[in-house]
Nanobody, 122 residues
């Protein structure tokens, strides 16, 4: 059974940094899509960043416009772990952040973590 476990959320001041981690188990995720979404109070869940397998241990990355230049997504542990380095955080980044994974052939995220809270104080 696939499980995604996130860690690394917390409270940080504007301009600060946080690093989120997500460990996947219950399968081999090397060629899976893995990414991050977030949901702020009263808003819909939105895409933040994603990785897609290209070759070997090389992954392509995609970002929402709102986080480009501030957030960096990366993979490790043969692709079974995904990180989200968040720098220059803003109050509007406050949300519950969810790790997600899915089969590349489906081009969709089918598996979700439980979420981790990120709060940026002004």
């Amino acid at each position: 059974q696939v499980q995604l476990v996130e860690s690394g959320g917390g409270l940080v001041q504007t301009g600060g940094s946080l690093r989120l981690s997500c460990a996947a188990s219950g399968g081999t995720f090397t060629r899976y899509l893995m990414g991050w979404f977030r949901q702020a109070p009263g808003k819909e869940r939105e895409f933040v960043a994603g990785t897609r397998w290209m070759t070997g241990t090389t992954y392509g990355a995609d970002y929402a416009d709102s986080v480009k230049g501030r957030f960096t997504i990366s993979r490790a542990n043969a692709g079974n772990t995904v990180y989200l380095q968040m720098n220059t955080l803003k109050p509007e980044d406050t949300a519950v952040y969810y790790c997600a994974a899915g089969e590349s052939s489906k081009a969709a995220y089918d598996y979700w973590g439980q979420g981790t809270q990120v709060t940026v104080s002004s």
